[in-house]
């Protein structure tokens, strides 16, 4: 009898490719990976439609207000809220991390008002690009919300119900992880 077998080394960063952002990554002692509830990563997925919004364009309070009065539902808490822009159709080209809309501190704000529980985006990168300290990231993350970034596909659930599965791996006192978010159609 013979026995083989094939395996490889996975070394990455915490933040590659579609990634959760969670408290520790912008703020000292704050939660970790592991920590993070999975009743939090596991919520009816809200999708708001913002593929209107051109490159450099702030998304501002009003705008998240048209796009929640369109899908009937309120923004707020116990859902994944989900920005679609349309922005993964550049990914790969020159520039792709700033040539996109962005959301203002102002907007960032209003969320949390509004008491979301997750953001997630088809964003990479949240914050006005010129503002390299990252002020939109941590207004969430000193909130204690966590973002999934890089989503792609949106598209697929415009006007459909559906349920929003973002797992990360369990790695101790992490700041983010690599994940395969889902969606299940349920309507």
């Known amino acids: 009898s013979k026995f083989q077998l094939e395996a490889r080394m996975i070394l990455m960063p915490e933040h590659c490719g579609t990634h959760l952002d969670v408290p520790r990554h912008l703020v000292k002692g704050a939660d970790a990976l592991e920590t993070v509830p999975l009743e939090n990563l ?35 808490p116990g859902a994944a809220t989900i920005v679609w822009t349309g922005v993964d159709q550049w990914w790969g ?30 964003l990479i990168g949240m914050d006005d690009p010129a503002e390299w300290w990252w002020p939109t990231y941590r207004i969430w993350l000193e909130n204690g919300i966590c973002m999934v970034q890089q989503l792609c596909n949106l598209g697929a659930l415009k006007g459909k119900q559906f349920l929003f599965v973002c797992l990360p791996l369990k790695m101790r006192d992490g700041t983010g992880c690599p994940v395969r978010p889902v969606a299940l159609v349920t309507g």
Do not use: N, S
């Open 93 to 122: 080209e020159e520039g792709f991390a700033t040539k996109r809309p962005y959301i203002p501190t102002t907007t960032a704000q209003w969320l949390v008002d509004r008491k979301i529980t997750l953001f997630c985006t088809d």
């Open 42 to 76: 596991i919520l009816p997925g809200h999708l708001l439609d913002l593929t209107h919004k051109k490159v450099g364009e702030a998304l501002t309070p009003e705008d998240f207000e048209a796009a929640e009065e369109k899908t009937g539902r309120r923004i707020g």
